[in-house]
């Protein structure tokens, strides 16, 4: 029978557009975020303030829904260990506790035969500086646990950057050879309880101190390549055994032998901010794909719509700009850019640097037009205001 009380584990701006497309299907959704000021808390009825790892919340949760997903591989696995609450988890627990763990993440790339970088774990109380004395310089090291957006990431060149590590880091550190990099792709694969499997287009992603700033449709990279990338996705979803969604962050470049290769970067078993794009550019979107596997319906391959896409996302500097601290935003530069096909905004109350308060999608007649007419608009969008 088709699932359509559906629970979310995340209010954040993915939750969000997930319930959106869920209720689209008619589906009854609930969802459990410590923040009461989220992005779906300021617009969805059944949003709940609690922790993630209360326990009467869950069971409240778990015993209200069919299926449960979550919006971020940061939920904490443990408190979902319970088997009548991980039986309706999508994706499974087992896949939660593998990508929200660099150090896990990498050992089961590494062992189902997936390029990953040379890299080496350091548990709690390792000693990191030796490890990265050991895979060698440049390298990175990174926390094993709640690192995105390149928190927790130290770039370690040679012996004298050693001095700036810290000693610790959540759940210890991994440290990988650095690779000089050509660009940065990502695959979204869409995966249901039959093991039907669709992937979602290649995206290419341009990134601004470690936070991703765009991302393009079609990706300028060969035919050749972009196979290559989709089917080292779909061996990735398949090895994990993935109800749901998993997004492959991969790179192209080449490490210390001098060959260029395609690695797998990191994994996120979730909906992506690269895939913000497929509500425009998508007959079917990322969140669409995932409401439907939740809900049992059939998923469809996702066609892209003709021309060249480009989303870029709008961080909170772009509200200090203005002279906001959060919330809404002033759109009427807008009106100068018809190519600009969508713009949203997560509502959120607080715009600090770096975080994600928004993004918006062009379309144009080329992927270099796209990505100028973005850059253009969102420096339109911050520029001081004209008397």
């Known amino acids: 029978m088709s699932a359509s009380r559906i629970g979310i584990l995340g209010g954040g701006q993915l939750g969000l557009m997930l319930a959106e497309s869920l209720l689209h299907l008619s589906a009854e959704v609930t969802l459990l975020d410590p923040d009461p000021g989220s992005p779906a808390a300021a617009r969805l009825a059944n949003t709940h303030a609690r922790a993630w790892d209360d326990p009467v919340a869950l069971q409240a949760l778990f015993a209200r829904c069919d299926a449960v997903t979550f919006d971020s591989e940061n939920v904490p696995a443990a408190p979902l260990s319970r088997p009548e609450w991980s039986q309706k988890l999508r994706p499974s627990l087992s896949v939660l506790a593998t990508t929200q763990d660099r150090a896990k993440e990498k050992a089961f790339l590494a062992a189902h035969g997936l390029p990953v970088v040379r890299s080496q774990a350091v548990p709690s109380g390792g000693d990191v500086r030796e490890a990265a004395r050991t895979v060698g310089f440049p390298c990175i090291a990174k926390s094993a646990l709640l690192g995105y957006d390149g ?3 130290h770039r370690v060149d040679s012996e004298a950057d050693l001095a700036q590590l810290p000693q610790t880091a959540p759940g210890g550190f991994v440290v990988e050879e650095r690779l000089s990099l050509r660009t940065e792709l990502s695959v979204i694969v869409a995966r249901d309880a039959r093991g039907e499997e669709v992937t979602f287009p290649v995206f290419e992603n341009l990134h601004r101190d470690h936070v991703l700033d765009f991302t393009l449709v079609p990706a300028r990279v060969s035919p050749e390549l972009e196979a290559e990338a989709r089917a080292l996705a779909l061996r990735t979803a398949r090895a994990l055994q993935v109800v749901g969604l998993l997004t492959v962050e991969l790179f192209v470049g080449h490490g210390r032998d001098g060959k260029e290769r395609l690695w797998v970067n990191e994994l996120a078993p979730r909906p992506h ?14 969140f669409d794909a995932l409401a439907r596997i939740l809900c049992g319906a059939p998923v469809g391959q996702p066609q892209v719509h003709p ?3 480009c989303m870029g996302n709008l ?12 919330g809404g935003l002033d759109l009427s530069a807008w009106a100068r850019f018809p190519e600009v096909v969508d713009v949203f905004l997560y509502g959120k109350a607080e715009a600090r640097e770096k975080r994600k308060m928004g993004h918006f999608v062009v379309r144009a007649e080329s992927p270099e037009k796209a990505l100028a007419t973005a850059r253009d608009f969102r420096a339109a969008l911050a520029a001081p205001p004209t008397s």
């Open 315 to 326: 961080l909170g500097d772009v509200w200090r700009a203005q002279g906001r601290t959060g």
């Open 273 to 286: 901010n690269s895939g913000h794009v497929t509500r425009q550019c998508c007959t079917v979107s990322q």
């Open 307 to 309: 021309g060249a896409w």
């Open 151 to 153: 928190k927790g990431q």
